[in-house]
């Protein structure tokens, strides 16, 4: 019997095509709920093969969450176009909805009773794309590593004192490093505050996160462990 921890590539029927995906299951019965993550810009080379991707990946998996990560339309073998780079990420985010929706559907019916809840992670573009995400998916918690969202637009999750749109807004993580030459702090500062959402700064840590890694590793597990 294979041992369900290891990642198994799979396709997802996505609204451009074919999605690339990969999907490992925990130890833990039941799981802790589903998280799915996204992958920086694919004209930038970003994939679901990035470090940050891999570090989020292993980081909700050894939590107990059944962890998705996956290439977005035309990278890797998704099939489709590629972002043209100059939209707000609309296709991408149709994507991440079809995978989204997919997995719950797959492992609910598994799991019966209540619904498993739903994580949406995101590092830089992918980020951003969570967050145009959660408007429609309305996850119960969102992590956010260094998002882009002055350069994509990104709408506020909630305004202070009201609900989301679809229901209660989510729990939200944002990481950001202090040395950000791609994603200036500044601008993640001030799509944040005011939404009253507070902001956690790892200091010497570029956009990358190199040689910070297992401090992103560490803030994340200790978010999402309750």
């Keep these: 019997m294979l041992n369900p921890r290891i990642p198994k590539k799979k396709f997802t029927d996505g609204p451009a095509g074919k999605l690339e995906t990969v999907l490992a299951e925990p130890e833990r019965d039941p799981p802790r709920g589903i998280a799915v993550i996204a992958h920086p810009h694919p004209l930038f080379g ?71 809840p739903l994580l949406l992670a995101g590092f830089s573009f992918g980020g951003a794309i969570q967050v145009h995400a959660a408007h429609k998916l309305a996850p119960q918690k969102l992590v956010l590593v260094a998002p882009s969202v002055d350069r994509l637009s990104v709408p506020p999750l909630t305004h202070p004192g009201t609900k989301h749109e679809s229901g209660p807004i989510p729990d939200v993580l944002i990481i950001h490093g202090d040395q950000d030459e ?45």
């Excluded at 043209?84 to 019966?112: H, L, M, P, W, Y």
């Design 46 to 116: 970003g994939t679901m093969d990035n470090k940050v991707v891999h570090i989020l990946f292993k980081a909700l998996l050894e939590l107990g969450f059944i962890t998705v990560k996956f290439n977005f339309r035309g990278v890797g073998q998704s099939e489709g176009t590629r972002n043209s780079g100059n939209d707000n990420g609309a296709g991408e985010t149709g994507d991440v909805i079809a995978i989204a929706e997919t997995i719950k559907k797959q492992f609910d019916v598994r799991f019966g009773a209540a619904p498993l």
């Design 182 to 226: 791609v994603v200036p702090l500044k601008t993640v500062l001030d799509w944040a505050a005011p939404q009253e959402l507070p902001v956690v700064v790892v200091p010497g840590a570029e956009h990358f996160f190199h040689g910070r890694l297992h401090i992103l590793k560490r803030v994340v597990q200790d978010s999402c462990r309750s």
